[in-house]
């Protein structure tokens, strides 16, 4: 019997990824309505790719729904650094939504939580034989890996990915998923705008993680460390507890993707319809067979 792969795709990061990829020379692709489609165009290209490459049997996509999020509550300067969205990308928010469910793929999301939380709680709740790859370009998702759980990290163009398991992450790393967090605890992360220790960079956070596994650890060994490192701990103690929660993907949230409602089993008349509609030229010439993952 054929192993059960669920694929759990980052929509936000796939569109993002591509939008950027051409906005920087102005492609934007006008189709007839005068909507733009180079952030779709390239997303569906992701998404056929990465499909073809990995051949999942099961699908499923997830949505940051809302600027806003719990973390927000925790810390009102979370990722207050970010643009708002170019306005040429808002409106391929739904057309891309249409697109996956022209694949029959879900699209999962919730207000007040990313897409993160979403990934994140399927991918605890999936049966365990199911193995779970989740398709991303955001690097925070590696702390979810363990033995079933493996992360594809999109790389510049089409079909160039990094896929870590929990050992490929040690070797690079060296720090196991489950530390990832505490890293991030540690170093803080400037992209989702908190500071976490400041003066403990990446090198430092996973020398300590190295040698006291944790934030715990760590904490219970202060006397220990030189007293430099220990003076920065101290006085941003409250800030590493905080940045701890803002890095850790929940795992509960609310949602839920029956593995039976994700198989992968497209109607090929369908999306090219959907196709046909949003103008999305030469995407046919891309699109698997149709019954080849049934």
Known sequence: MKE????LVDGMALLFRAYYATAVTGQFMFNSKGMPTNG????????????????????????DMGSKTFRNDLYPHYKANRKEAPIELIPQFSLARDIVDAFDIPNIGLAGFEADDCIGTISRNAPDSTAVLILTGDKDILQLIDHRISVILLQ?????????????????????????????????DTSDNYPGVRGIGEKTAIKLLEQYDNVEGVLSNLEA????????IKNDLEMLHLSRQLAAIKCDVPVECKIEHAVYNPDSDKILQKFAEIELKGLHRILPAEGMYA
């Not at 059960?4 to 694929?7: D, Y």
């Open 4 to 7: 059960n792969k669920l694929m």
């Open 40 to 63: 779709v165009y390239g997303f569906v290209k992701h998404l056929i790719s990465a499909i073809a490459g990995f051949q999942p049997s099961h699908v499923a996509v997830c949505w």
């Open 156 to 188: 510049k163009g089409y079909g160039n990915y990094t896929v870590h398991n929990r050992e490929s992450l040690y070797e690079e790393k060296g720090i196991w998923p489950e530390q990832m967090v505490d890293l991030k605890a540690f170093m803080g």
């Open 225 to 232: 460390l030189p007293k430099g490192q220990r003076m920065k």
